[in-house]
């Protein structure tokens, strides 16, 4: 009504200038300058703790700066809370999803709303979320359960709660860092179907590759400091993006030594799992790892990683089959068991698993120390010995954190990784079952966490590397073994990415050679 | 409703606390919603015709006017301080043990078998006679504690229904031996104790200082205060007490750091009954000196309230105990008795509402300034 109407494609619709933003110990953002146009998707790079989500979170009225000013569609705001800024038709989709799990996705986007008052008539709002959604291509039913879906599905859930509520300018903090590459590619689907329709987006990621494949322009914090402001991406390659971020170069490549396998650490035979529905997740799957090597394991999400990582570290019951560390039978034994045979585990899921959110960056770290001299003094602690050993750690890995008493929660999402991959790694461990260990990463951490991962291969660690981004596992592993439904389809150990790709679909190695002929004719 | 807010020249909005509070806020938080408790106690009172302020002067006076009183209400607040740390301990774990009561009753139970079954002879020595009880007493509150840990940790039953329905066993099974088994003379009581197995009180001590004449403050104080530090180190600097943080943080991380939960909920659903079962022998041996049905007005509820005013921290559990002993305390002395309940109610319902601040923000904003922007 009293929007203007779109005069010309540069119309601005969003202008920060000078934001800043202090937190006890950190500066998040100094006097951050940022431009939003509409219908564009503008990316927002930085290293972890660079504070995007900080400047994100001000936009969208959950932080209150602490000096500049901002412009919406040209005039002046200040908002004090999300609803002011969804009114304002601004929308943030966090990368924690705050969604009720036992209700379903339509009851999830109208709570909160004004209307319906008391009488749920949902019959009608469920076609009017439908309607939404295949106008941007958000195949989501809205009467399912909400955790029934997965976790692209429940993205689509965000996104659609704040285009119900009249969002024009979404902001997706690390929207691609939880989703497999083909739920990436459907959500790029869906950014480009809303921008083609005059909504303006601020996509966050890592990723520099996805950065140049849907991003218009770019912008880049560097220790809450712009180092470059609403850039054309077309004129950007991917190291001069890494440089602005990081401050010098960043090497893609890996050096790598070579592999001198030593004895078997991990071997598995015929292990059979459930996952938590009660179905068959491992099927008769056997892998050997060696002291040494790196041993990626490809595969599309839900192909029963992550019962894989549990059952070795202990977490899960196997139903059939056995682990055996360093010749030591392991099967369904505790997990303490597994830590004492030198089994360490970054597990996929860092808040809900990996940390205890509430308690302090030492307390997180000593989790499998705390029983160990020196931080261990008979039954007591030895709180200096841990203060010590946190804050060795926090230098070592470069841990972004105002002091050691803060809550893990507040630290930005790439620090706690680090909490974590500190903590697993110094415990020098025998093997290590490595889930997604750089997701939400920036590219200057990726790096060093390749390098600490290769450091422990050559320190003679076994490294059981389960991750979704192919190229990382084929540059780091030695060999790459691919899983599809529950039992291992052959191994490839020259990076030949059509083979891996044809056993994540299910050919098994023996039946390669046909597939490539049939491709072929 | 709306309406009328609407008319406000300001807007008031909460808002997510993002950002940790400083050390000092939730101490405050808790000293302001007690205050505020006796703003609203003291409404009440004016409307029921009462004079608020004579009422809280009395309360005042009677339970920390002179020597006398306050050494009255240090015994008040002895068994709330240990029921209290109970309480702190199993909260910290997220085990909701409301069954402290029973374990009260049931630790009463274990330290007078140590006279009336008889486990020691009469004569025995008083050092011999208060150790034992202590054993007796907390070991009956750590099986009563155990049942619903096992139960928990077995079979994954909620601990609030078998913690609340034992307390109900509790005070039945003490009731069958003071009716029917030891039961003295007809009376619904056991016999008084030998002099040996009453703790010492400080009125034991007026031969030496005169100025103990009358005060009931009994070694049960020594032994609160010990366990508030026990508790404190167990909690704070102990391996057990940081797996207990841990679980009660997040109980798969603590899964995954190899920290078991069901071992652990076991032993601190014990040593929370152990430590409500020490209170009951504490009652029983420094206070009613025999076993009887009435030994506690609700001890073992009102420590849940100590807890959480405690924010549960043991050491915070000692004053706030000593909060509320006055607060029993004035109860026999006010009239209606029912104020002092009446307060404390009030005062857990401002504290829990006082919880949504520590989580929240709460803005005003100027109304003109708002239109400015849109
Ligand atoms: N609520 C908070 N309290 C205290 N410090 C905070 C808070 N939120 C963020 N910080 C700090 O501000 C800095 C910027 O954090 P922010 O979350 O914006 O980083 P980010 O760029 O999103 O990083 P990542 O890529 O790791 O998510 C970090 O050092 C972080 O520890
Ligand atoms: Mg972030």
Request: contains cysteine; aromatic residues 8%; glycine residues 8%.
């Amino acid at each position: 009504m009293d929007q203007p109407t779109p005069s010309s494609p540069a119309e601005i619709v969003v202008q920060m200038c000078g934001i800043v933003k202090h937190f006890p110990g950190v500066l998040a953002n100094d006097h951050v300058d940022f431009e939003l146009r509409k219908g564009e998707i503008h990316a927002l790079l930085g290293e972890n703790g660079a504070g995007k989500s900080t400047l994100m979170n001000i936009l969208a009225g959950l932080y209150h700066p602490d000096g500049g000013s901002i412009l919406v569609n040209g005039k002046p705001v200040s908002f004090s809370s999300p609803r002011q800024a969804i009114q304002a038709g601004i929308g943030m989709i966090h990368q924690h999803f705050m969604l009720v799990p036992s209700q379903t996705v339509a009851e999830n986007i109208l709570l909160g709303l004004d209307e319906p008052r008391f009488f749920m008539q949902l019959s009608k709002y469920e076609q009017e979320i439908a309607k939404l959604s295949e106008r941007f291509g958000l195949k989501v039913d809205p009467r399912a359960h909400v955790w029934q879906l997965s976790v692209g599905e429940q993205q689509r859930v965000e996104i659609l709660k704040m285009l119900y509520r009249g969002a024009n300018i979404l902001i997706m903090d690390e929207p691609t860092a939880v989703l497999a590459p083909t739920e990436v590619d459907e959500l790029f689907n869906t950014l480009r179907a809303m921008v083609a329709q005059g909504k303006s987006i601020i996509f966050i990621s890592h990723k520099l590759h996805e950065v140049s494949q849907i991003a218009d322009r770019v912008s880049v914090l560097r220790r809450g400091v712009s180092t470059a402001s609403g850039v054309e991406t077309r004129s950007m390659t991917k190291t001069d993006l890494a440089r602005l971020m990081v401050g010098r170069e960043v090497i893609f490549s890996l050096e790598k030594n070579p592999c001198q396998p030593g004895k078997v650490v991990l071997q598995l035979e015929d292990l059979w799992a459930e996952n938590d529905k009660g179905l068959k997740a491992l099927r008769g799957l056997s892998l050997q790892v060696r002291q040494g090597e790196i041993v990626g394991l490809a595969g599309v999400a839900g192909n029963g990683q992550r019962e894989l990582a549990d059952v070795i570290t202990g977490l899960r019951k196997a139903e059939k089959g056995r682990v055996l560390v360093d010749g030591d039978d392991i099967t369904n034994r505790s997990v303490k068991t597994g830590i004492h045979h030198g089994v360490s585990h970054i597990p996929e899921d860092r808040t809900h698993v990996g940390s205890a959110p509430n308690l302090s960056v030492t307390d997180n770290v000593i989790m499998k120390k705390y029983k160990h001299a020196p931080i261990a003094r008979g039954w007591m602690m030895n709180a200096i010995a841990a203060t010590n050993y946190a804050s060795e750690l926090k230098q070592a890995y470069e841990i972004i954190a105002p002091n050691l008493e803060t809550p893990v929660r507040l630290l930005s999402g790439g620090n706690l990784q680090r909490v974590i991959l500190a903590r697993e790694i110094s415990s020098q461990p025998a093997l290590m079952i490595a889930m997604q260990p750089t997701r939400g990463l920036d590219v200057g951490a990726i790096e060093g966490v390749h390098r600490l991962l290769l450091a422990q291969r050559d320190a003679g660690a076994a490294v059981l590397l389960i991750s979704e981004e192919l190229e990382e596992l084929i540059d780091l592993s030695d060999r790459v073994v691919v899983i599809y439904e529950g039992a291992i389809m052959g191994e490839v150990a020259n990076g030949n990415i059509q083979h891996i790709g044809l056993m994540m679909t299910g050919v098994r190695q023996d039946q390669l050679a046909d597939h490539m002929e049939a491709a072929h004719e | 409703m709306n309406k009328l807010l609407d008319r406000l020249p300001f807007r008031i909005e909460l808002e997510p606390r993002l950002v940790q509070p400083p050390r000092w806020y939730p101490w405050v938080l808790s000293l302001l919603s007690v205050v505020v408790a006796l703003l609203i106690g003291a409404i009440v009172l004016a409307l029921a015709g009462g004079n608020p302020w004579a009422s809280y002067a009395h309360i005042a006076r009677a339970s920390f006017g002179d020597i006398g009183v306050f050494s009255d209400t240090l015994v008040k607040a002895i068994p709330l301080m240990l029921v209290g740390l109970a309480c702190t301990l199993a909260f910290r774990m997220k085990l909701w043990n409301i069954g402290a009561e029973g374990q009260f009753f049931i630790g009463a139970f274990g330290a007078s078998a140590v006279v009336l079954l008889p486990v020691l002879p009469e004569d025995a020595p008083r050092w011999l006679f208060i150790i034992t009880m202590i054993v007796f007493g907390m070991a009956a509150g750590a099986i009563w504690g155990f049942i619903p840990g096992f139960l928990k940790a077995r079979f994954q039953v909620n601990e609030i229904i078998s913690t609340l329905m034992l307390n109900y066993i509790a005070i039945s099974w003490n009731n069958y031996f003071i009716f029917a088994i030891w039961s003295d003379g007809g009376f619904q009581m056991s016999k008084v104790f030998p002099r040996n197995a009453w703790m010492p009180r400080l009125t034991d001590y007026v031969d030496t200082i005169p100025m103990f004449r009358g005060l009931t403050t009994h070694f049960g104080l020594i032994l609160a205060l010990v366990a508030a530090v026990v508790v404190w180190l167990i909690l704070y600097r102990s391996q057990w007490g940081y797996e207990i943080r841990l679980v009660g943080d997040n109980p798969r991380a603590a899964q995954y750091a190899g920290i078991s939960i069901t071992r652990n909920t076991v032993l601190v659903m014990m040593l929370s009954g152990a430590l409500a079962g020490l209170a009951g022998m504490s009652e029983i041996s420094g206070v009613v000196h025999r076993l009887q049905g009435a030994i506690s007005p609700g001890y073992g509820f009102t420590g849940i309230i100590v807890a959480w005013l405690a924010k549960l921290n043991p050491i915070a559990v000692v004053p706030v105990s000593i909060l509320f002993g006055a607060l029993i305390l004035a109860g026999r002395e006010i009239q209606p008795s029912g104020i002092p309940k009446l307060l404390q109610g009030i005062i857990l319902v401002s504290l829990i509402a006082s919880d949504f601040l520590m989580r929240y923000r709460i803005r005003v904003h100027r109304k003109d300034l708002l239109k400015e922007a849109k």
